[in-house]
Structure formats: C-alpha cells, structure tokens
C-alpha cells in the first residue's frame, strides 16, 4: 500500500507564496510521473503541473511563470513552489502519482493524495 501525504497549504495574501509538498510511503513500489492538480468549489479537478521521473516538467498555462514543480526522487517527494498567487488560484490542490506497486508482479497505478486547501485572500 503506497500512501501520499500533503502538506504546505494555508491562507496566503494575493502576491504571496506557498510551497506545498507531497511525500510518497510504503513499500515496494517505485515512482512514475508526479503532479499537482487543483479543484475550486463547483469546477472540475484541472492539471496545475506535471514532472516526470526524468524532470521533464508540463504546466497549465495559468501556473506558467508562477509555479514550479521538482521532486526529489531520494525522498519520494514532489514540490510545487507558488509564487505570486492570486484569489482565482483558491482551490484544494491534489497530489497525484503515477507508480507501480510490487504485488508479485510491478502493476502500474495511481493515486491521489487527500488534497491541501490553498486560499487566496486579504
């Protein structure tokens, strides 16, 4: 069982910054891509960023210029560094991984962590 765990959420003022962090446990398994995605009240779950075991990094244009992701593969861990944040960027943002969990054979899965709220707001 491989478990995603969120932190670095909070109340942030407009231009602020958050740094939210994603840590993978558990055991036999082994990572794949890594993201963040984000969900407001009433609208659908949206990618915010994407990075690949290589690093190969994709965003939404709304993140472009303002968020980064990395990971640090020695520690399971993916970031998602916000800068300059804006009330629109309120929402519960997710943790999701793409891995394969060793259950005799490596079968590939993915999970979703159970999100941190991010809010926006003077």
């Known amino acids: 069982q491989v478990q995603l765990v969120e932190s670095g959420g909070g109340l942030v003022q407009p231009g602020g910054s958050l740094r939210l962090s994603c840590a993978a446990s558990?055991?036999?398994?082994?990572?794949?891509?890594m993201g963040w995605y984000r969900q407001a009240p009433g609208k659908q779950r949206d990618m915010v960023a994407v990075?690949?075991?290589?690093?190969?990094?994709n965003y939404a244009n709304f993140a472009k210029g303002r968020f980064a992701i990395s990971r640090d593969n020695a520690k399971n861990t993916v970031y998602l560094q916000m800068n300059s944040l804006k009330p629109e960027d309120t929402a519960v943002y997710y943790c999701?991984?793409?891995?394969?969990?060793?259950?005799?054979?490596?079968?590939?899965?993915?999970?979703w962590g159970q999100g941190t709220q991010v809010t926006v707001s003077s």
């Open positions: 990075i690949s075991s290589e690093g190969i990094t």
């Open positions: 999701n991984a793409d891995l394969e969990v060793l259950i005799g054979i490596w079968l590939r899965t993915n999970y």
């Open positions: 558990g055991s036999a398994f082994r990572l794949n891509a």
